[in-house]
């Protein structure tokens, strides 16, 4: 048995990790939350490290997710999610056109798309779109209503499902850096305030609290991975792996970062401060790609047979 | 990343896999009872069994009886027993952590003595640590070891004695200097538990059996030469004892928690009988529960990958155990929830299961002190101030 990442795998979230802590951070989440500044990195840089393309040019989901992780990780935009599933649905996709797939509801990734997917009677459709937002609760996820306007049929209805599972493995990892980040902040500030002579974190109610969240992280973690592995080498165990892993990211996001407020206190609920930031992408991410609601109870229908 | 055994692993596997399969009518199994009855000759028949084939004392050196072989040989077999449905040896507690404290710090003739015996299940033996006064605190035990000449008399009390009804002998944890600090003042000794003086009594559980006992010592003599370690070094030699059963407990079978398919299978067997609205309550809580129990399935399959590259498990192995607790317990709650009417009668197995889920959130390391050890140990926090930091055990009792 080797579940664990690769030697390969661990230099890839190596170099991810320089780019994106370099590339983008909360603090471009606020700017676009506060002016509607352009997201970061953005679609360009992105494109030009070619993490963007991992599927396109023979790299495994496992390796596109490690990816996720850390773009997850900087609140990055645009997704991974959404180049991972679009490169399964149009596998020679021009990726850098700003790719977007609809289903219904908002959009991921809409808001500065070009080329819109959407699955009409039956039948996948490529086109041009209009698209419409509203205030965003979560600016980075670039969501959008999209009404489609000229569109083309293209093979690949085929492929619709699989596509949405990569897609919800995918999120899944970017939540898991989001969470990941959001516990160690957590951390951190446990480890420098101090309240009645002592370290906030060495108080058990505040310890307990963030080890509640990093169990959460690390069981995360393992689905991730886990079901990363099936949508490359067993797609027979994927519809179960990527419902579990779509419901535990929404679960374990919101617990780490509603953790992340607890723990600073005052001032972990003000404007001023980055938690919210990180706050908005758990309560965005859950209805993405359908919602954990949903997730469960197909966890459930898997399982009780 | 992959699932499967090496060619060397999955070659080992088929040889128990086979040894097993020949010898299944000499071994026991889960639920028949066999460990619980007072006769327990077909448990250590089992036990024996494995041990002639070489699968008792895996990870133990060869020259006291074991096979010098790996953790990862060691999860194979618990893995292979596993689905043959055979359980633990009743010899487990000495397999896993009174034999390697013996072989850490005993002396020759006490390895001589007691290690092949206990392997082939000859004896048995129990771990008498956790008292009436000291759970979580262990280091705060009170039961006396004073020395008389070449020997040392014993007053005091054990409890949570898994098996020691059973037993022939026991590590016993006593203090020896009440004047030093609370870890200082220890030492360990092998008790002879049909010694004049031990008594051996069962401690009744909320769910109605008895698994564990109370053991009392009054005025018990035991001979130097059964000291384990120096005099006052007994907390050293008891971490040897509890980093064994972590590796024991957490990393041997790789499917840490409740695996729970015959809860999932009942479940399913009744959610027919509910109404839609209630069936859409009932997948929405098992499908939360299913997704933690999967969740730490494959974080206990980190950590036999980790075993099988030659890494020990550390205190992060504690988040599965924490998690699948957890979720265990809410799983059989739904199971009750399920049953309809007969959920308000302490009947079936799930009530059974209800009431000794509980247990499992303390036995081994609370729940909260497993959360202090992953706080402090991983994530790097402070510990919280220690009132009896500095005082020695006289006066910190005085507290």
Redesign the interface.
Known sequence: MNFDLSDEQRALASAARDFFSKAASPADSRAALEDGSPLAPGLKAVADTGFHAILQEGGTVLDLSVVATEAGRVLSAPSIAGFGRVSVLDPTADLTAGVSVVDAGPALDAATATVFYALRDGQLVRGAGTVTSGPPLDPTRGLADVTLTEVTPIDGADRWEHALRVGQVLLAAEDLGTAERAVEIGVQYAKDRKAFGRAIGSYQAVKHSLVNAFVGVEQLRSLAWWAAWAADENPAELPLAAAAVKGLAATVLEQATETLIQVHGGIGFTWEHDAHLYWRRAKVDRFLLGDDVEAYDTVARLSLV | ?????TPE?AAYREQVRTYIADHRDQLISVGDGARREGDLTRARESQRVMYEGGYVGITWPKDVGGQGGSPMQQAIVDQELGKAGVPGHVGLIGIGMCGPTVISHGSDDQKQRYLKRLLSCEDIWCQLFSEPASGSDLAALRTRAVREGDSWRINGQKVWTTLAQYADYGILLTRTDPTLAKHKGLTMFVVDMKAPGVTVRPLRQMSGSAEFNEVFFDDVIVHDSERLGEVNDGWRVGLTTLMSERLTLGGGG?EMGISGGTA?SF??SQ?GSLSEDRQ?L???D???V???L???R??G??L???I??GAMPGP?AS?GK??GTKAGRQLADLAVRVSGDGGVWFEGPWQASQAGLPGLAIAGGTD?VL??V???R????????RADKGLSFEESVKL
Do not use: C, H
Not at chain 2, 1 to 5: I, S
């Open positions: 990343m992959n699932f499967d055994d692993e790789g999932a479940i399913a959610i859409a009932v997948r929405q098992f499908g939360r299913w997704t933690q999967l969740a730490t494959y974080t399959y980190r036999l990958s980790a099988s590259k992060e988040a924490l998690a909260e959360r202090n992953i706080g402090e991983v994530l790097g926090l402070p510990p919280e101030p």
